[in-house]
């Protein structure tokens, strides 16, 4: 298998602040990735990071086999809250056309096959029957759908998502993960998503990479899902449930919250020793470098149905 993403001792400072470092890691190819941390620890910056929207403070970021950034034409990006951004008197298909022209009225008229284009890619996202209508008079759910479109109509390789699960109702989330599901599964894109909450996303996940103690980590799905790793990474009690039709959830610890127990606030000492740093000489754990066995991890562990 080939990797899709490698970051080498990859680090970003912002404002003179040291956003993550030391991040090792491979991605394969054909793979689904989330990215998971807390509000702050740096997803949005990686999604930056990946696309060469910011200079790395140290290391390398190498996307589709080249250097970050070099290799943006191959990439679909939908960034964070971009359905709320857009101008909302656009069309669907309209929007879906800036994917191709890159112009907001197309300067350039829109040629036939430009727009046969746009509709293939409103039908891969099943909102083909609303090309005609304003952004502003579609729902969330399908407004992130467009979007996805938008992304997806120039063929990408790697399709990038920042958050696209945010304030949609559960119908709409179903819709959008089985849209990535397809892309993935059908057209063997390589997918990664910026999540905060995995469960709905579980399906699908091949792997995360993990911001926790100042580094991103990768490890394959079933090390993922793991309740001490989980109730680090979010900094309070968390628990995999597995139910007996094999459907694997995440949870907060209810009985905990009923106990008044509070968070778990490990210290650096214990996330270290946790990680096991002295063992892998980064810093990272030992999931960081994705191996071909990844692929085989989503079919391990998705037992979880396919989403509708
Ligand atoms: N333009 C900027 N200049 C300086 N610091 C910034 C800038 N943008 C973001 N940051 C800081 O970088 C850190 C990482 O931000 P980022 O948006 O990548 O986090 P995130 O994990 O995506 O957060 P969230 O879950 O809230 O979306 C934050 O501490 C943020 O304050």
Redesign the pocket.
Known sequence: MTASIIFDHAAVT??G?T?WRNGCFAIEQGTVTA?V????????????AELGLLPLSEGSVTVLGEPAGKANARIGYVP?SYTNDIDSNLTAEQSVLLGLTGTRFGIHPVTKAQRAKAREALRFVNVEDKASLRLSQLSGGLRQRVAIAQALVCDPELLML??PLANLDLASQRSVVHVLSRLNRELGMTIQV?A?DLNMLLPILTGAVY?LDGHPHYAAMDAVLDSTLLTHLYGTKVQVVTTPQGDMFVTPNALDERDGTTPDTHDVEEVAEFHDHAAHGHGHAAGDTANTSNANTASNTNTAKETA
């Open positions: 912002r404002g602040r956003i990215i941390g807390t509000n702050g620890t740096g997803k949005t910056t990686m999604m930056q964070q920042d958050e910026v905060h911001l």
